[in-house]
């Protein structure tokens, strides 16, 4: 993305460019600390013969200055540069993107667009999907509990019959893996947020894959984290650029899913898998695996952390997918050694975790229906894998991969068709989608759309779809007809 | 706290320091950089050559030095300098303190004492002191919940009903919010946690109270803070010192309670509240305050927030104290223009929130019976604070302040006694205790220690701590006489 700067070196003619251009000249005085924090600006007076502008042109860019934060305004006395920078904004950092492909805003439009709104673009089933009723059974079950369950903190690592029949199920993916190795968290993304935490140094270089869950491109910008990524096949990570990559920029972190690969629905190779454990080893790259598609699978897909035994692989996972996003309940599987510092860093920041979610989490759990839930969910997202494939083929909208399982369809549109255009002319329909470049740290899936085929059932998406690839289609002419 | 440094200019004697001598020198070369991460060490021969010691030394200080982390082993190739610097410790940042004065082991020998454990140093309440049957009542009510409440994310600010009854609370304590103004969380700490992330930069100074919650010091290290601390009176902060401090050290943010404070059960007068906004405002600081005790209160204390009008100060609370901690559920009330980006970080670091634990504080805070709760646990509260603080003083342990509600007792030991020791006793026999250093950066509270005074109940706890101020003593006489 190109961005426009100011034309600072023209002459400065019109008000508001005047306004900006006083602005602009305060900013760079604090930038390179000829004014320093603390210090007293021109007064207005000073300012206006400095810069050759009237009093109201410089009343005006301070009183801009004060409302960013940069300078304050002390009544009587004057105005000063402020001791401080601006609050951290996510936005801020790293490219300024587009809204419609920007992370954040994919996920605040589907998080606000309400249990009714339209969201194929979002990353999980619609609630009538979920097992709604062997949750109502398992609330049901809460409030035949003890007291301490329903008001006291949770212990600092959670509930241990959750903890050790998730290490279970770990098991029959072939991880071993003992309870005492497993924290419990409030969601998959915050356990990868702790892991961030305990591993990462601010300007610390991570490796994720190209296209990859966008959320932890902002994730790692919350942790000031310098983010490379490697482009994503239909095996897993192009090994090559990898290899490269890792020799390169030594990451300290890769973070990728196992299982189910979003937004692409890959699943990687047993043979990549080696390769990465290899390369990880011989540069000492901690990798972070995230599972939290593993209940739609059919036939499960190698693990890193099976190969490797949970010494430098750290696996994590959640329900928010298969069982409910509204009972927050995630968890952390690593080395032993680890553990008492991942601890050390959940009481810092969250203290007990939610007692009441992890005990609700394990009744569903441990409800033979769950499993009955799952065959029968996993039956119905195959039938929305092949219907809603062909529906979007008869628009020209061509799956990159066939996934054999999960909820999500990577698609290229047609026509070299821009995604952010189409989501563009979606959104003003109320239907929230999910255009390629906000899963894209290098910003080259223009093209490319990801799909959740159960958000997909209503019956007014794919016309309103049609239409936006028409627009699109125009915007492509009228842009190559002006050049 | 002195440390005590290995003797490293002496000759190398016995084969304990001989190893650690070789780990300190390959230590000190990577430090300096004259061995690179990646480089080879020098072989076993060649070291034990180079530093005049056995090859099995050599070795053993090798294995050493990769079970830190600090190098890798690779069969066959030899030892090499790791890549990466060793995971973040919160317990390596700051000064290493005695475990009994540790806030982490305070607060991870609290929550792992479980449900029937005594622990009259923990923050919170006993189980059966908590609205038992609201709750109950509550998730009943839940059962009959659409879907969504069970299933789906929360909307990205969280449940608008509880923000309105939020706001409603806040006017109640004098200040002016809108719903717009407020995010939930899942705890309180963790709505800390969210602005530290939004306000801070490493290495930023942060303000706190001492004595303080310990928490704020392990979570200000966790955001590699530099934390300076003044002294609490009965009214709130020495004022002179505050002054001082504020001037020289430029903190970014100060942290601290309002209403109740913890642990001292302080209460700011107007006058402090109004000498610390003129500080905050002169010098650029930002104030976080933190309400948690709120429901605990007889007559409202000022709040900073109702005389700034969540300008420059943060609002924050939770539930966890008065209605469960076990359903997690904190907020934070600020300047609107900082909402979206709170908001950002937010879905980033937790995606939605906890929506059935939003539904369920709801639910209990709109039922009439939680007012008559608060009523009686007050009442029963103030019982408890009277006849505590007669068992403590025939003790000779003296409150350094009656407080007027709240859960704490801040107290003096008698005889020069250290906390520290008492508290070692006490654990020894099953009860946890708060000794004053882990509340104090300056670690001035040495003979200071809190007291639950809900968690006092249990018969056994006085004779104990009879004994472990006997014991203490002998401890005092002891090194005494050894002087």
Redesign the interface.
């Given at each position: 993305m190109v961005q426009r700067s100011v034309q600072m070196d023209q002459p400065v003619e019109n008000p508001a460019t005047r306004v900006a251009a006083v602005m602009s000249a305060i900013r760079n005085r604090i930038a390179n600390r000829t004014l320093t924090?603390g210090a007293r600006l021109p007064s207005v007076r000073q300012a206006a013969t400095l810069f050759k502008v009237s009093t109201s042109t410089v009343v005006t860019a301070y009183e801009r200055l004060v409302a960013e934060g940069a300078v304050?305004s002390?009544p009587g006395s004057g105005f000063y540069v402020?001791?401080?920078?601006a609050?951290?904004?996510?936005?801020e950092v790293g490219p300024r993107l587009d809204r419609a492909v920007d992370p954040?805003w994919v996920?605040?439009q589907s998080?606000?667009a309400?249990?009714s709104g339209l969201k194929p673009g979002c990353g999980?089933l619609p609630?009538?999907w979920?097992?709604?009723d062997a949750?109502?059974r398992a609330?049901?079950q809460?409030?035949r509990s003890?007291?301490?369950?329903?008001?006291?903190?949770?212990?600092?690592l959670g509930l241990p019959q959750l903890r050790q029949l998730i290490a279970r199920r770990m098991a029959d993916r072939g991880i071993e893996v003992s309870p005492e190795q497993i924290m419990l968290t409030?969601?998959g993304?915050?356990a990868i947020?702790f892991l961030c935490?305990?591993?990462?140094?601010?300007g610390d270089t991570v490796l994720v894959d190209d296209p990859c869950y966008f959320?932890f491109h902002?994730?790692l910008?919350?942790h000031r984290a310098n983010i490379v990524s490697v482009p994503y096949t239909p095996t897993g990570p192009d090994m090559e650029r990898f290899a490269t990559v890792v020799a390169e920029q030594?990451p300290?972190l890769y973070i990728t899913n196992c299982g189910i690969h979003n937004p692409t629905g890959a699943v990687l190779s047993p043979v990549a898998a080696h390769r990465i454990l290899k390369l990880a080893e011989q540069?000492?790259?901690?990798i972070i695996e995230d599972d939290i598609f593993a209940d739609f699978e059919h036939v499960p897909a190698p693990r890193l952390a099976a190969f490797d035994g949970l010494d430098r692989v750290v696996h994590i996972g959640s329900f928010?997918k298969t069982?409910?996003?509204?009972?927050?309940c995630g968890f952390i599987a690593a080395r032993p050694d680890?553990l008492?510092?991942l601890?050390?860093?959940k009481?810092?920041?969250?203290?007990?975790?939610?007692?009441?979610?992890t005990e609700?989490v394990w009744t569903v759990l441990s409800d033979g229906s769950y499993r009955k839930h799952l065959d029968s969910l996993k039956v119905r997202l195959s039938q929305a894998m092949i219907t809603v494939a062909g529906q979007l083929r008869s628009l020209g909208i061509v799956p990159w991969f066939e996934p054999q399982a999960g909820i999500f369809l990577w698609c290229q549109l047609p026509d070299g068709i821009d995604a952010a255009d189409v989501a563009r002319f979606a959104l003003d329909r109320g239907i929230v989608l999910a255009p390629g470049n906000a899963f894209s740290l290098s910003q080259s899936a223009t093209q490319m759309m990801r799909f959740n085929v159960s958000q997909m059932q209503d019956q007014t998406i794919l016309p309103v779809l049609k239409q936006a690839l028409d627009h699109a289609r125009q915007l492509n002419r009228a842009s190559s007809q002006a050049k």
């Open positions: 924090p304050l002390r402020a001791n401080q920078a609050p951290f904004t996510l936005s954040f996920s605040r998080l606000e309400g249990d999980w609630p009538s979920l097992p709604e949750i109502r609330i049901r809460l409030t003890e007291a301490p369950v329903l008001v006291a903190y949770a212990s600092p409030e969601s993304i915050q947020d935490r305990f591993l990462l140094e601010p959320n902002a994730l910008r919350a030594r300290r540069h000492d790259m901690i928010s069982l409910s996003a509204s009972v927050r680890w008492d510092g601890t050390d860093l009481i810092a920041t969250s203290f007990g975790g939610g007692r009441l979610a609700l």
